[in-house]
């Protein structure tokens, strides 16, 4: 098993920048890629960054050149630097680990508003 739990969400301006957490424990030997996702009330989730743990990174074009996710292996932890946020990154974000079995963890969410 594996719990994760993030943090770091909250308000900001456009334009602004903002950085989640999210610390992995239990089985954490266990995982072979984390990963950051959002949703809103409207959409479906959808993936905003991933990370395995050889460093090799994915963005899509919505966030590419914004966000940057980092893994802190010492600590557990994975990071999402976001920046020049735009209203449209509001959302809940998740945290996400898979195994090389493709099982999933996912932390209950952290909230982010972007509004002036």
């Known amino acids: 098993q594996v719990q994760l739990v993030e943090s770091g969400g909250g308000l900001v301006q456009p334009g602004g920048s903002l950085r989640l957490s999210c610390a992995a424990s239990?089985?954490?030997?266990?995982?072979?890629?984390m990963r950051w996702y959002r949703q809103t009330s409207e959409k479906e989730r959808a993936l905003v960054a991933s990370?395995?743990?050889?460093?090799?990174?994915f963005y899509p074009d919505s966030v590419k050149g914004r966000f940057t996710i980092s893994w802190d292996n010492a600590k557990n932890t994975i990071s999402l630097d976001m920046n020049n946020l735009a209203p449209e990154d509001a959302a809940v974000y998740y945290c996400?680990?898979?195994?090389?079995?493709?099982?999933?963890?996912w932390g209950k969410g952290t909230l982010i508003t972007v509004s002036s």
């Open positions: 996400n680990a898979e195994t090389p079995s493709y099982r999933n963890y």
């Open positions: 239990g089985n954490v030997f266990s995982i072979r890629v």
């Open positions: 990370i395995t743990t050889g460093g090799t990174t």
